[in-house]
Each structure stands twice: as C-alpha cells, then as structure tokens.
C-alpha cells in the first residue's frame, strides 16, 4: 500500500517539474536589452529558476542576476525587466543572433547560411579589417555594432580562413582554376 502512494505522489509532481524545466530553459540565457537610465544596449541575465518557479505557479516575475553596468549599477530599480516581460524570447541573444544569419550568404564563398547549430558548426563573422570573429567572443551590448559593421561568415570558411591567417605558411594554395564538370562526365578522373 505504501508502494502505490508512493508512485502516485511522484506522479503527481511529474507535470510540475515538466513545466518548470520547459520555463527554465525558455528564461535561461543573455539577453540584451536597452538600459532605461543610459539608452544604451546592455546584457543582462535573467534568474531562470526563479522565473521557472513562478511561471509554473501561475504568475511570471522576473529579477536579474547579472548586467553588465554591475557591480558600479547594481542597485538600479532594474526598469530594463518590462522589455523581457513584453518579450522574453525576442530579448534573448541566440534570437537575435538567429535572425542576423537568417537569408544571409557567406562572405566567402557566397553560399546560403545554414540554420545555427546552438552546439556546433556555429558561423562567424568577418570584421571591416579581415579579421575572422565568433559572435560569442564579444560583449553582448557590442553585438549589435558588431553586427552593423561585419558580414555573415559560414562555418566552413570561418575554420579555413582562421586557420589560413594563423597558419599562413601550412597553407598551400591550388594554382589550377577549379575544373567544371557536367554530371556523369568521369574524363577528369584518374581511373
């Protein structure tokens, strides 16, 4: 008998922690913001388990755990939390970084950006001077001049252009033009 109310309250709390684990990963992460005091872009963090806990009981209120005016800023009256709140997807940095990408073409080699994989083969970007960059080596309030000023890299060029710049004299370039072939026609190939 202990055994039954045991699994039944387990699976009572089952719908709860389902609802708190989907709003913490909705609220986790940085988000950029404009900062009421300065009007300036600014990065901030959201406290995702708080936020989780009180989605899931009905009611949303958010607090940060980080911006960066902080520490000289950390008593401000955090004003900034009514963007997150009329929008708390459209404030997150993957969004906008997504969104960036979205349509564009490598800088390179001219081919469609491919949907960002969050965990790998993410694109780059190239600065006015040459140099290649990874969006998440800026500061979060940079992003956006960032992205006013670069142009859209994908992952295979980013690679093989960090690695040409790092690496110029292991690189070895191919003086042939690239060779045209029609599908099907094999005569280029050694056999």
Not at 16 to 44: D, M
Not at 115 to 142: K, N, S, T, Y
């Amino acid at each position: 008998m202990f055994l039954i109310f045991a699994i039944a309250f387990v699976a009572a709390w089952i719908p709860l922690a389902l609802a708190i684990g989907r709003n913490y990963g909705r609220f986790r992460g940085s988000r950029i913001v404009i900062c009421p005091e300065t009007i300036t872009p600014e990065g901030v963090e959201v406290d995702a388990v708080h936020a989780a806990w009180t989605a899931a009981a009905g009611y949303r209120q958010f607090s940060l755990t980080s911006c960066s005016r902080w520490p000289e800023r950390g008593g401000c009256p955090q004003q900034c939390l009514a963007q997150i709140e009329e929008a708390p997807d459209g404030c997150l940095v993957r969004a906008r970084v997504a969104r960036w990408y979205e349509g564009s073409a490598c800088a390179f080699c001219r081919k469609p950006i491919d949907p960002i994989h969050w965990l790998d083969r993410r694109p780059g970007l190239v600065r006015p001077d040459g140099e290649i960059r990874d969006w998440r080596d800026m500061a979060v309030e940079d992003l956006a001049e960032s992205f006013a000023a670069c142009r859209p890299v994908c992952f295979d060029c980013s690679v093989a252009e960090t690695f040409r710049a790092r690496f110029p004299d292991l690189v070895v370039e191919d003086p042939r033009p690239p060779a045209r072939h029609e599908p099907g026609d094999l005569s280029g190939f050694v056999a």
